[in-house]
């Protein structure tokens, strides 16, 4: 419960590289995620190239904190692997994901944020571009990541107006 | 990390009543969840009603665990809250905070199972009615939660051929 509460959006990183290792264990948090139908389906881009960072971070209006991130990791539905679902269903089982990716970072003692990608035309155009994506592949976020640089504090977000007992 | 990777698919429930205080900490763990521009797009229904339980039951094709179920949380879409955001983007905020409500159940040694209805708008349709949500409020899910009853184990998604680094 504690990381649900203590999960914030971090934006400043230090250089500390992120180990191979730890990115795939956030990955794998995002993979343990459920589904419709189990039918998984998603695909995850890991970046570490300096090269490659700069070069989203250039073209893509919000993820500016790419030029300072060690690592990112793109979390993309793959539509090969979605059957006849309707267009809505991998776009919350990928959110989903990215939320365990992003609740795990907060738990190893990491810092993300997710910069949106999909529905925004050109944003997914940019970024299909960049890490050449197939066809019927699409991202929908890019989430930088890497330890956290000075103080950054979770937001108490709790409304009791947006309860409702027993319908509206 | 732990409840990452034990949250399952809970469908069976023992008829032990959840207390209000616990099904409000499941929609504050929701309310945790990040949003596109913190916009907060959400409202959440939650229901102990035995009536109205077997109404959504009686009526929704994937939900019959909620003749069973002694309570349930119907994450919706406020779009009323969602400025000028793209369409895309409030079903990415309910849908990381869906993921929220279901580790924290996992937590606090709940079971709980998401039950897809939005984009399907025959679903949406039948949960607008039943719990009487005005014309800007979308349901994404029916969450059906209580205590388990018999086994369930979580599922081991992981698979390697899903991870790409430094692009496809």
Same mark, same amino acid.
């Given at each position: 419960m504690s990381c649900i509460f203590t999960r914030k959006s971090v934006r400043n990183f230090t250089q500390e590289r992120v180990n191979d290792e730890i990115l795939i264990e956030l990955v794998r948090a995002g993979m343990a995620a459920p589904s419709a139908r189990n039918l998984q389906p998603w695909a995850f881009i890991i970046v570490t190239e300096r090269k490659v960072l700069d070069l989203l971070a250039e073209r893509l209006?919000?993820? *500016?904190m790419l030029f300072e991130a060690p690592a990112a990791i793109i979390v993309c539905g793959d539509l090969s692997k979605a059957? #006849?679902?309707?267009?809505g269903y991998w776009v919350q089982d990928c959110s989903a994901a990215t939320q365990n990716i992003l609740l795990a970072a907060e738990a190893l003692g990491l810092g993300a944020v997710w910069t949106g990608v999909y529905p925004r035309n050109d944003r997914v155009a940019i970024v299909k571009e960049v890490l050449r994506l197939p066809e019927s592949v699409t991202p929908l976020n890019v989430i930088p990541v890497g330890y956290p640089r000075g103080e950054h504090h979770p937001k #108490? *977000?709790?409304?009791?107006?947006n309860i409702h007992w027993q319908g509206w």
């Open positions: 209006p919000y993820a *500016k059957g #006849d679902s309707p267009e #108490d *977000k709790f409304n009791e107006t």
